[in-house]
């Protein structure tokens, strides 16, 4: 009997591509470099250093949404393992967890709209956070169906 595979990849919710980012930010230097041309152009010269700050100020913030628009989270399960590869920035992480003692695990804190809710995908040796990127609802539902598939698989091998 062939092994069922499962598998979820979850992505970062990106609504601005690539383009769309340097349109943006073309277009923020632009404005406000005629601005602080023209004031320093009526002599109030010192507008221009604080103009470059702004500007530096919202390149780094534009290079830390870029850096971190493709994370993502695969989760596969197939020929008696789970695996786990997650991108965060430039950092990939792999795990893999033996499939008969894995689990998965909720972890629920606060309350009201401070509620969090952490997801864990657990072997002996190995605790995986995963479903960072979904929202408290969808992460619940996650767990449903990898509780749901972890049995599915154990099933199989019975």
Not at 84 to 110: F, S
Request: net charge positive; charged share 25%.
């Amino acid at each position: 009997m062939s092994d069922q595979a499962f598998r979820w990849t979850l992505k970062r919710n990106c609504s601005a591509s690539p383009r769309q980012l340097a349109l943006v930010f073309g277009s923020i230097v632009a404005v406000s470099f005629v601005f602080g041309a023209a004031f320093a152009f009526h002599g109030q010269w010192l507008i221009l250093p604080f103009v470059g700050i702004e500007l530096l100020a919202v390149a780094t913030a534009f290079f830390c949404y870029g850096r971190h628009a493709a994370d993502y989270e695969q989760i596969e399960l197939q020929d008696g393992e789970l695996r786990v590869e997650r991108q965060d920035g430039e950092r990939v992480e792999h795990a893999r967890l033996a499939l008969p003692w894995a689990r998965v695990e909720m972890d629920e804190a606060g309350q009201g709209w401070m509620q969090r809710v952490r997801l864990y995908l657990v072997a002996p040796g190995a605790r995986v956070e995963v479903g960072r990127h979904l929202p408290d609802q969808r992460r619940r539902g996650l767990a449903r169906e990898l509780r749901q598939a972890l049995r599915a698989a154990a099933t199989i091998r019975d």
